[in-house]
């Protein structure tokens, strides 16, 4: 049986285990020994990821990620009244140490039980909160899972996130000419009115129900008078429908060169890089299936969606291992406001103990 004393010492001791993104070596080495106690062969990657392992065929992964983002250090637990939160000058943590936290105590739960469960392989990752940076560089040689679930949603457990759009990111530098404002001004060549309408002339905000683009910081100029010889502007754009995304990448490219053509004197570079692939799963998948019976199992009802935002499933999808998302009962994750449902938590742990405890059949 699920252990609630033990599930939230075990969360409360990771959260308070300081792991910003970049900054994982502590978290990382505590997760080698709870999962070498647990029986597993556990060590880290040439990334740092930590990837624990045992006998068994045909294992099934179970990914979390080990960082988390700012303001993240000296983090204190709060657990009251059926929450779990902090004094409000700190996050969490709950993303995604919540999952972690769940998945320890599902397989050490079984283990007290004396169940028979299914063999698992147990990926954490470091620097998800970065761009998924951890999941991008794993060593696929050292995955043996054919199919994995990703512990990383907001919400409920039974919400299931099986589709999530390909992401690409850009960066534009311009350079004009300075001049003094008042003196001599049409000396100048004005990066920033150059970057302003670029930005002006590229789509906002959400083009349709799988499509976003976004402009999220532009930069330039140094002092109030002089016109300014450079300016940047970073943003992004994604969509889970390839047609779509070529033609938001294609009108950002005709919007870069009739700046250039505008502008011949101003020099003006663009960076486009994709950062993760979109992936999509059918409801009759045999990973969805498979957690979709868990769900059920618990008396819950699966709540399968698409998601604008990426996991790591993005990068274990793209690499053939099929994984979807399962909430880890944290709400708004990435503020101080962040906090868990300790009844959603449990809910977390005893559907991986259901899931891997054989209690649910599963196509073979």
Do not use: W
Not at 182 to 208: N, T, V
Not at 250 to 271: G, H, K, L, S
């Amino acid at each position: 049986m699920i252990d609630q004393e033990r599930l939230l010492k075990t969360f409360c001791d990771l959260v308070q285990i300081d792991s910003p993104s970049g900054e994982e070596e502590a978290i990382s080495r505590d997760l080698v020994q709870r999962l070498e106690a647990l029986g597993f062969v556990a060590g880290q990657d040439h990334h740092g990821n930590v990837i624990a392992s045992e006998e068994g065929d045909n294992p099934l992964m179970l990914s979390v990620h080990m960082d988390t983002v700012e303001p993240g250090r000296g983090i204190r637990p709060i657990v009251s009244g059926g929450l779990i939160h902090t004094d409000g000058t700190t996050i969490l943590g709950g993303d995604c140490k919540a999952g972690i936290a769940a998945i320890l105590e599902a397989i050490e739960a079984i283990r007290d039980d004396h169940v028979k469960r299914f063999p698992v392989q147990i990926v954490v990752t470091r620097g998800e909160e970065i761009g998924l940076v951890g999941a991008r560089n794993v060593d696929f040689s050292l995955i043996a899972a054919k199919e994995g679930i990703i512990f990383d949603g907001d919400g409920p457990v039974s919400r299931v996130t099986v589709a999530s759009p390909t992401y690409v990111r850009f960066d534009i530098r311009v350079t004009g000419r300075a001049a003094h404002a008042g003196l001599e001004p049409e000396k100048g060549l004005s990066a920033i009115r150059i970057a302003a309408e670029i930005i002006a002339q590229l789509p906002q905000g959400r083009i349709d129900e799988e499509t976003t683009i976004n402009v999220g910081s532009i930069e330039g100029g140094t002092v109030r008078n002089a016109v300014p010889e450079s300016a940047s502007l970073a943003g992004e754009f994604r969509s889970r429908n390839t047609e779509t995304l070529e033609m938001v990448r294609q009108q950002f490219i005709d919007t870069v060169e009739a700046a250039r053509r505008r502008y011949p004197d101003a020099n003006i570079r663009e960076e486009l890089e994709t950062q993760f692939q979109t992936y999509s799963l059918a409801e009759d998948d045999q990973i969805v299936t498979r957690v979709t019976s868990a769900i059920a199992a618990l008396g819950m009802v699966p709540e399968l969606g698409a998601s604008g935002g990426a996991t790591d499933a993005n990068i274990f999808n793209f690499n053939g291992v099929p994984s979807v998302v399962v909430g880890i009962a944290a709400r708004d994750m990435h503020t101080t406001r962040e906090h868990l449902d300790v009844s959603e938590l449990l809910d977390v742990a005893r559907f991986c103990y259901v899931l891997l405890s054989e209690q649910v059949p599963v196509r073979r």
